[in-house]
């Protein structure tokens, strides 16, 4: 599908490889209800960020998520990232993270809003996998919900007809957040390592993209939106069986490509002007991402981000410390295993830290439980009731976010 950027008007529409080839051809699949894969993930992103359980300095831990299960389609883990990062890559981990802190019911609601789908009842059939593709949508869809991000959070239907009349728009996304999203999705650097440079996720002009990968390669998608055009292209099988590893990094991405540059008249090599506008009241700051502070000398690894002009992120010092739980994580319910004594049934604690701390304090419904390495895991004997885990520095400032845990 094509659709011009400012009038939503629907330039093209092609729902399958040929109408009169087998088999169906003539199945319009630019309506059909697939797995999205990582397509929802800007849209947890910007209610996390609306609803301030997110800025874009937080430091976000893409680790093992022994909790859940779920991995990332590399099987790989990045370690901490910034937001912009997190998403740019299309972590998993972090993904999931964040749906715990905005809440499965709330963000079900919100991409129900945005006409990603049409279902009611309760989110927990979907879980925390509706951030990586358990959620069913269609291109459709997604086309509107992204011109939606594209045009700063005003949402219109797609103009299917020449004579059909314009409609309000309403504001679904804060134009904030909306701007800050889009960069976060426009920055090549920002997918590095996980996406290419140069390849088909890099243009020689401004744009912003998000690619999304079914569960067995059965679903390929990529939405992408310069300032003019937005294109969204699913490659898959009619009957939903797996593809030979054509993920939407490769296949769904090289196609977009191809229509964009056309409809820009540009080649890869060219270059042209022009950029996405920023967060009004943003100002640019170059951040140190395993802290989120900004990047003096000491720094290893740097982005450039827009932040809030009136937050100064903190300066880079020796006094600042990222600390993390990674497991258990936050609105956990965990059950504990009547097949086995009690003093075995144990709940591994791990944490994730700045480098050059060597010590930390677990703390369990307010007390101290032990003293330990950061870099080794802990053993906590399981008990039933709601529990809230934090770390800290012994003897210093600093602490973790509380995280809550449902034993059963």
């Known amino acids: 599908m094509v659709v011009s950027r400012h009038s939503r008007?629907?330039?093209?529409?092609?729902?399958?490889?040929g109408f009169n080839t087998l088999p169906a051809g003539r199945i319009d699949f630019s309506r059909a209800v697939r797995s999205p894969g990582s397509t929802l993930k800007p849209f947890l992103y910007a209610l996390a960020l609306e609803r301030g359980t997110l800025t874009p300095t937080q430091v976000m831990q893409d680790l093992p998520d022994t909790a859940s299960g779920i991995g990332n389609f590399d099987g790989g883990y990045l370690g901490p990232l910034l937001p912009r990062q997190a998403l740019a890559n299309s972590r998993n981990v972090p993904a999931i993270n964040l749906l715990r802190e905005t809440g499965l019911q709330r963000s079900f609601v919100r991409l129900r809003e945005l006409g990603l789908h049409?279902?009611?009842?309760?989110?927990?059939?979907?879980?925390?996998?509706?951030?990586?593709?358990?959620?069913?949508?269609?291109?459709?869809?997604?086309?509107r919900a992204y011109a939606t991000l594209a045009e700063d959070g005003a949402d219109t239907p797609l103009m299917w007809l020449s004579a059909q009349d314009p409609i309000p728009p309403r504001q679904l996304i804060p134009l904030p957040v909306a701007r800050q999203v889009a960069l976060f999705l426009a920055d090549p650097m920002a997918r590095l390592p996980s996406f290419q440079r140069y390849g088909p996720t890099e243009y020689p002009f401004a744009v912003a993209l998000k690619t999304g990968t079914s569960q067995g390669y059965r679903d390929a998608w990529v939405i992408a939106w310069s300032l003019d055009y937005e294109v969204g292209v699913w490659v898959g099988r009619a009957d939903a069986g797996p593809m030979t590893r054509l993920s939407g990094g490769i296949s769904a991405a090289d196609l977009a490509q191809a229509i964009l540059l056309q409809l820009h008249g540009v080649t890869r090599g060219d270059l042209t002007a022009g950029t996405f506008a920023p967060p009004p009241a943003g100002r640019r700051a170059e951040l140190c991402t395993a802290t989120g502070a900004l990047a003096g000398p000491a720094c290893p690894s740097r982005i450039t981000e827009f932040v809030d002009a009136t937050i100064r992120p903190p300066?880079?010092?020796?006094?600042?410390?990222?600390?993390?739980?990674?497991?258990?994580?936050?609105?956990?319910r965990i059950w504990r295993n009547p097949e086995i004594p009690p003093s075995l049934d144990r709940l591994v604690l791990r944490a994730q830290v700045s480098p050059g701390i060597h010590q930390i304090v677990w703390l369990i419904d307010g007390e101290a439980f032990a003293t330990a390495d950061p870099a080794s895991p802990l053993t906590w004997p399981m008990r039933p009731g709601t529990h809230r885990f934090q770390i800290r520095l012994p003897l210093q400032p600093g602490a973790s976010r509380v995280v809550t845990v449902q034993v059963e």
């Open 9 to 17: 008007q629907v330039l093209a529409d092609i729902g399958s490889a």
């Open 118 to 143: 049409d279902l009611q009842g309760s989110a927990d059939r979907f879980g925390l996998s509706m951030a990586i593709g358990a959620l069913p949508s269609s291109l459709d869809r997604l086309m």
């Open 315 to 332: 300066a880079l010092t020796a006094a600042i410390a990222n600390l993390s739980i990674v497991s258990p994580a936050t609105q956990t």
